[in-house]
């Protein structure tokens, strides 16, 4: 089955505590993307890849990080998380760059930073 | 600002009623993406236009991009209870060759009476 698989679905840590989301997809696509959710702001690009070791900024990159050393993982870092980072986190993928938008999201993580 | 304005932020219709859901830049669209999202859940491709004028359906869903490529509509006929969620709009905005940067709407929630 087609998929992409985000883990953990739920997470509640403390400011500071680096920690890692991680995101696999099984068909073989080349674009992989993250975003977050927030009420009243929108789903909102955090990072984005084109392929492997090629990653780039979206509209709100600040306090996270990414890599993509394989196709089909793309994890997302936040080294030093903080309060404001809490929010709903998709991963998604699409086949390639052009057509990004035809995208495969994940379940979500419910991310919470106290 | 919001990129890209969806209209109206919510919507109840009682089953059976056709509705249109709009999704509006100040900028051209060089690929507007159309997603149905359940709560909390991840969001599900429905549909992509690139051309202007250009329009799409699937089953009782007709989305058309306008030809300034600028407004996007999507329009349910004979609304169902399985309708029901909350609906985005997502495009590729920055460039004519494509950024493969995503800017998304604010989302409509449906709600659908029997």
């Known amino acids: 089955e087609a998929q992409v698989t985000q883990n953990p679905r739920y997470l509640i840590t403390v400011t500071g505590k680096k920690l890692t989301v991680t995101c696999s997809q099984n068909?073989?696509?080349?674009?992989m993307s993250w975003y977050r959710q927030d009420p009243g702001l929108g789903l909102r690009q955090i990072y984005y890849?084109?392929?492997?070791?090629?990653?780039d900024k979206g509209d709100v990159p600040e306090g996270y990080k990414v890599s993509r050393k394989e196709k089909r993982n793309f994890p997302l870092i936040l080294e030093s998380p903080s309060p404001n980072q809490t929010s709903l986190y998709f991963c998604?993928?699409?086949?390639?760059?052009?057509?990004?938008?035809?995208?495969?999201f994940g379940q979500g993580t419910r991310l919470t930073v106290v | 600002s919001q990129e890209l304005e969806q209209s109206p932020q919510s919507l109840i219709v009682q089953e059976g009623k056709n509705l249109t859901i709009n999704c509006t830049s100040s900028?051209?669209?060089?690929?507007l993406y159309w997603y149905k999202q359940k709560y909390g859940e991840g969001l599900i491709f429905l549909m992509m236009?690139?051309?202007?004028?250009e329009e799409k359906s699937h089953e009782k869903i007709t989305a058309k991009l306008d030809e300034k490529k600028q407004q996007s509509s999507l329009h349910i006929t004979a609304s169902q209870p399985s309708h029901a969620g909350i609906y985005l709009c997502?495009?590729?905005?920055?460039?004519?060759?494509?950024?493969?940067?995503?800017?998304f709407g604010k989302g409509t929630k449906l709600s659908v009476i029997p």
């Open positions: 998604a993928s699409s086949l390639s760059a052009n057509r990004a938008g035809e995208a495969f």
């Open positions: 068909m073989n696509h080349e674009y």
């Open positions: 997502g495009a590729d905005m920055h460039s004519g060759a494509g950024s493969y940067q995503l800017t």
């Open positions: 236009l690139q051309k202007g004028g």
């Open positions: 900028k051209t669209l060089y690929g």
């Open positions: 890849s084109m392929n492997v070791e090629v990653t």
